[in-house]
């Protein structure tokens, strides 16, 4: 209506609307026109309706639009459309179209003149209304941390953490900032395997739970070395409890082209060890432990002291639930320093339990497994990545 008044003025009117499309092959492949009959006044619908051709201004009416603005109008008109009761009666139908319009305008311009409010004349009643919303969004981030398996005194932690940082009335922009930075901080710097630069081999060791990944995280590891490093790479195992674990590290060795060495008691540990004394680094597997078998687990701490490594990595799988982590951390406890390797990242998308893992050990992050790929499928932990999973977005705000 607004464009028809701008070609024919205040007074027209909109007859009647159709589709039409344009001729030849190509306009299978456009949009249809839409063709506008428009009437201007009793003048010109006189003159329409007396059989003449309409002449002057209004001929100059009678004039198509192009496609992209859809609103061709297209004469010459029937007469019969013309007469005085048909305008009558569509600028009946009109007339309410035409105060909607003018509503809308006097809305715009109320909306304008809100924008244009500087900030320090807001109402003071909008202030409190404000803190609701900072409030609300607080609890959008606190429950989202929440769902994904994030320890609840935890999470309130960071909440408190990032309420203490922020003025009054925060953006939700600012409180997700926030929050990120917190996060961030509390993850940490990851760190690698450092080699030595003494010439001596780096002894690295590779504990935790059964059943999540140890073997095929240092075929991973050592791939990484052999391949992307060209490093000289041993492998040794002291789990031969399965022998299943053992053909899989002997499977991995042959394939990479390294040595691989089975050892049965701690008295051949040494002697291994030195065997590969040429090597730039030795990684060692040992056997998985139920954390409940405490017979099991003198056994493992009887090992790792004499293997006597450089480092040694912990390693825990992404699957598993907060209370299991605690009881598992707290009987590794007897290792004073270690680094963490988390596996399983791919089968599922809470990722929780990282950050708790690591404020609850305050060990360093190191490597996480994403596949079985050998040796793609692992990489540096992410904590920019972990920490905007674990916030989350607020859509209801």
Same mark, same amino acid.
């Given at each position: ?5 701008? =070609?024919?003025?205040? +007074? ?57 603005? *859809? ?7 029937? &007469? ?38 500087? +900030? ?10 404000? =803190? ?44 997700? %900032? ?37 073997? @095929? ?20 195992? @002291? ?20 040595? &691989?060495?089975?050892?049965?008691? &701690?008295? +051949?540990?040494?002697? &291994? ?7 730039? $680094?030795?990684?060692?597997? @040992? ?16 090992t790792i002291t004499a293997l006597g490594a450089d480092e040694i990595y ?5 699957? @598993? ?11 590794? %406890? ?27 050990? =305050? ?5 996480? *497994? ?22 989350? %977005?607020? *859509?209801? $705000?």
């Amino acid at each position: 209506m607004l464009k028809v008044k701008m =070609d024919l003025g205040s +007074e027209a009117v909109i007859l009647n609307t159709r589709k039409i499309r344009k001729k030849g092959l190509l306009s299978f492949f456009s949009k249809p026109l839409i063709e506008i009959l428009a009437a201007v006044d009793d003048n010109y619908s006189t003159k329409i309706d007396s059989g003449k051709k309409p002449e002057g201004d209004a001929a100059k009416h009678t004039m198509k639009k192009p496609a992209s603005r *859809a609103m061709p109008v297209q004469s010459p008109l029937p &007469a019969a459309m013309y007469s005085k009761s048909a305008l009558n009666e569509k600028d009946d139908k009109y007339s309410g179209l035409e105060n909607k319009v003018n509503s809308m305008e006097v809305l715009l311009k109320r909306i304008y003149e809100r924008m244009d409010t500087p +900030e320090n004349e807001i109402a003071p009643e909008a202030e409190p209304q404000r =803190d609701k919303l900072s409030s609300e969004t607080m609890k959008l981030f606190y429950n989202n941390l929440i769902k994904n398996d994030v320890d609840a005194e935890l999470a309130k932690r960071i909440i408190e953490a990032a309420s203490g940082k922020l003025g009054q009335s925060p953006s939700a922009s600012d409180i997700s %900032s926030a929050l990120y930075d917190i996060i961030i901080d509390m993850l940490g710097k990851p760190e690698v395997i450092k080699l030595r630069d003494d010439g001596k081999p780096t002894v690295v060791i590779f504990t935790g739970p059964t059943g999540v990944g140890k073997t @095929t995280t240092i075929a991973k590891i050592a791939a990484s070395y052999l391949l992307n490093m060209r490093k000289s790479v041993g492998l040794i195992t @002291t789990d031969t409890y399965r022998i299943a674990a053992v053909e899989q590290l002997k499977t991995y060795a042959e394939i990479l082209g390294i040595p &691989a060495t089975v050892i049965y008691s &701690a008295n +051949e540990i040494d002697d &291994a060890i030195k065997a590969y004394s040429d090597k730039d $680094i030795i990684l060692i597997d @040992t056997a998985g432990r139920s954390h409940r078998n405490k017979e099991q687990f003198e056994e493992l701490k009887n090992t790792i002291t004499a293997l006597g490594a450089d480092e040694i990595y912990m390693v825990m799988s992404t699957t @598993t639930n907060a209370g299991s982590c605690r009881d598992i951390l707290n009987n590794y %406890s007897f290792l004073k320093d270690y680094k963490l390797i988390f596996t399983k990242v791919d089968e599922t998308p809470l990722m929780g339990i990282i950050l708790n893992t690591r404020v609850w050990t =305050d060990k360093k992050l190191s490597y996480m *497994a994403v596949g079985q790929s050998v040796p793609d499928d692992i990489e540096v932990v992410n904590t920019e990545k972990i920490a905007k999973i674990l916030l989350g %977005s607020i *859509a209801g $705000i």
